[in-house]
């Protein structure tokens, strides 16, 4: 592992391009169970590479636990899920404008209602810490284990994740239960 190390944080062209390759497939392979096609599979994987290459020379590698082809792969499995949610979230402008065909174009582009609850969770969740909101966003939303959690944020052991996930669900219970004005 740390001579794969080496090559990511100072690596020369060629060390950089055998290493990219001598992934590329396992993970290819590893990601067909999510049906995209393969060209934005190739496009992901090597935007995982990327960002694993800038972690590397920022330091963020120098104390994982795992291997060098597993942290790459949870990189990709973040940006599958990006692509994925951002896929839902892009629906097609014909059939949007065909099912509404009496509606006025506002209509066709209004944000979702949400039920009060869920109101009342959004604004007390963006009162949350930064940290905390992230790792209930990768857990809740993203649907990560908190061993991949620990992996991704570099946490020291799960066992600190889970802790941490804990007290920040209780906070959000907390605020959402006692809420006191914005600011105090």
Known sequence: ???????????HHQALEKLY?????????????????????????QDAFIALREHAIN???????STVKTYLFSIGKYKIYDHIRQQKKTVSYENTIEHKETST?????????????QQLLRQHFNR?????????????????????????????????????KSRCLKSLKELIKNPRPHGT
């Open 1 to 11: 592992m740390k001579e794969e190390l080496t090559i990511l944080k100072k690596g």
């Open 21 to 45: 390759n001598e992934y590329r497939s396992s993970f290819l392979q590893f990601a067909k169970k999510y049906d995209l096609d393969d060209d934005t599979l190739i496009d992901i994987y």
């Open 59 to 65: 330091g963020k590698l120098d104390s994982i636990k």
């Open 105 to 117: 174009i506002e209509e066709v582009f209004e944000e979702p209602q949400l039920t009060p609850e």
């Open 128 to 164: 949350l810490g930064k940290r905390c909101q992230e790792v209930l966003t990768l857990f809740y939303y993203r649907g990560l284990t908190i061993d991949e959690i620990t992996q991704n944020l570099g946490y020291e052991n799960k066992n600190v994740v889970k802790s941490q």
